[in-house]
């Protein structure tokens, strides 16, 4: 056995790396979760979705693919759903449930189309939309501008208590 001066040293140099060696080895083998996206209506979305992973201080941004298998990174912070007729979505991880097989399904609410009347307006309007429980409307779930000669937008559909100012 080996005690003190030199052989002690590498004794316990030689614990620290093989501590290393498995915590890298176990974050390796964490887990990718298999995502499954519905709208609203729990129906499988049909068109290509953009999905920007929040990892440490960078985001990852990855396209979803109809019918085609994703696994999520195997660990992030948040994640930000959006395609030209869904979303826009924002969840934290710890926000997500996993199903009993692993997997995650994430529900992200179609868009819909947001008329505005009243004639010219001079200014483009800015549209925010908060969610309905929203004690603060600090942070909007949905912002848009609608400019002067526009009557229009797609919002995500849902319920929301919605903010109009001239911009």
Same mark, same amino acid.
């Given at each position: 056995? =080996?005690?003190?001066?030199?052989?002690?040293?590498?004794?316990?140099?030689?614990?620290?790396?093989?501590? =290393?060696? #498995?915590?890298?080895?176990?974050?390796?083998?964490?887990?990718?979760?298999?995502?499954?996206?519905?709208?609203?209506?729990?129906?499988?979305?049909?068109?290509?979705?953009?999905?920007?992973?929040?990892?440490?201080?960078?985001?990852?941004?990855?396209?979803?693919?109809?019918?085609?298998?994703?696994?999520?990174?195997?660990?992030?912070?948040?994640?930000?759903? /959006?395609?030209?007729?869904?979303?826009? #979505?924002?969840?934290?991880? /710890?926000?997500?449930?996993? /199903?009993?097989?692993?997997?995650?399904?994430?529900?992200?609410?179609?868009?819909?189309?947001?008329?505005?009347?009243?004639? =010219?307006?001079?200014?483009?309007?800015?549209?925010?939309?908060?969610?309905?429980?929203? =004690?603060?409307?600090?942070? %909007?779930? +949905?912002?848009?501008?609608?400019?002067?000669?526009?009557?229009?937008?797609?919002? %995500?559909?849902?319920? +929301?208590?919605?903010?109009?100012?001239?911009?």
């Amino acid at each position: 056995m =080996l005690r003190g001066g030199r052989g002690g040293r590498l004794l316990r140099h030689l614990v620290a790396l093989s501590v =290393l060696l #498995l915590a890298s080895s176990a974050l390796a083998a964490e887990p990718r979760a298999l995502l499954h996206v519905v709208d609203d209506q729990g129906k499988t979305v049909e068109e290509a979705l953009d999905l920007c992973f929040h990892i440490d201080l960078r985001t990852d941004c990855k396209r979803l693919i109809p019918a085609e298998e994703f696994h999520t990174p195997p660990v992030f912070y948040s994640v930000r759903i /959006e395609g030209e007729h869904h979303g826009p #979505l924002a969840l934290r991880r /710890e926000q997500l449930q996993a /199903e009993a097989d692993g997997s995650f399904r994430i529900s992200v609410a179609r868009k819909a189309l947001l008329h505005i009347d009243g004639g =010219l307006r001079p200014k483009p309007l800015a549209i925010s939309l908060y969610p309905p429980n929203d =004690l603060t409307f600090r942070e %909007p779930a +949905f912002r848009a501008t609608l400019q002067p000669s526009a009557t229009a937008v797609n919002v %995500p559909a849902g319920e +929301f208590v919605a903010s109009l100012a001239t911009a």
